[in-house]
T-cell receptor, first 116, second 113 residues
Framework: GAVVSQHPSRVICKSGTSVKIECRSL??????MFWYRQFPKQSLMLMAT?????????EQGVEKDKFLINHASLTLSTLTVTSAHPEDSSFYIC????????????FGPGTRLTVL | QQQVKQSPQSLIVQKGGISIINCAYE??????FPWYQQFPGKGPALLIA?????SEKKEGRFTISFNKSAKQFSLHIMDSQPGDSATYFC????????????FGQGTRLTINP
């Protein structure tokens, strides 16, 4: 149980285009989902926290107009990287926390974004 | 005060040996301390987690030792195997609020056969 999927697993796009990444909790309802960014050989950096049906809360320094997050249902959150540039190339990982089950988060497999 | 400091940055252990990774924190409001294992190109997977009301938790070959007064916790991997070679992250979060995880810097563990 507690499986989180991400789609796509890998995407290559041209500079200036927008890319949407989906995060789904497959066998549980996630009231809260988190989006992380990870550069090579570095730790995970939290970008934003999203709760179903409400606006996402962004961490300091993360541009909310560039990284659009939508959490429309209890099993789906999306991250859209708008007008992507090469410096946005990174590994994007989502996690989901079941209802009131405490602190535990379940992570997706990640999405590798490469912007040419 | 939100930081979690992890050491060492990299670690090489012989097969069958004990791997030990340490973390320290400052925020006494943290009350959940998980360890994650991450293989290249994959998302992190929860290994084991502990709350501050116990000093040790063991699951198979993995043990967390927790020292509340020192604000430190560590991961011990017994009988380390080549398949354990991965990057390990400690983390911490608070019970209140968004329960965001604060991650350590990561330790790249290599188990030599």
């Amino acid at each position: 149980g507690a499986v989180v999927s991400q789609h796509p697993s890998r995407v290559i796009c041209k500079s200036g285009t927008s890319v949407k990444i989906e995060c789904r909790s497959l066998d549980f309802q996630a009231t809260t989902m988190f989006w992380y960014r990870q550069f090579p050989k570095q730790s995970l950096m939290l970008m934003a926290t999203s709760n179903e049906g409400s606006k996402a809360t962004y961490e300091q320094g993360v541009e909310k107009d560039k990284f659009l997050i939508n959490h429309a249902s209890l099993t789906l959150s999306t991250l859209t990287v708008t007008s992507a540039h090469p410096e946005d190339s990174s590994f994007y990982i989502c996690s989901a926390r079941p209802g009131q089950a405490g602190n535990e988060q379940f992570f997706g497999p990640g999405t590798r974004l490469t912007v040419l | 005060q939100q930081q979690v400091k992890q050491s060492p940055q990299s670690l090489i252990v012989q097969k069958g040996g004990i791997s030990i990774i340490n973390c320290a924190y400052e925020n006494t409001a943290f009350d959940y301390f998980p360890w994650y294992q991450q293989f290249p190109g994959k998302g992190p997977a929860l290994l084991i987690a502990i709350r501050p009301d116990v000093s040790e938790k063991k699951e198979g070959r993995f043990t967390i030792s927790f020292n509340k007064s020192a604000k430190q916790f560590s991961l011990h991997i017994m009988d380390s195997q080549p398949g354990d070679s991965a990057t390990y992250f400690c983390a911490a979060s608070m019970r209140q609020g968004a329960q965001k995880l604060v991650f350590g810097q990561g330790t790249r563990l290599t188990i030599n056969p």
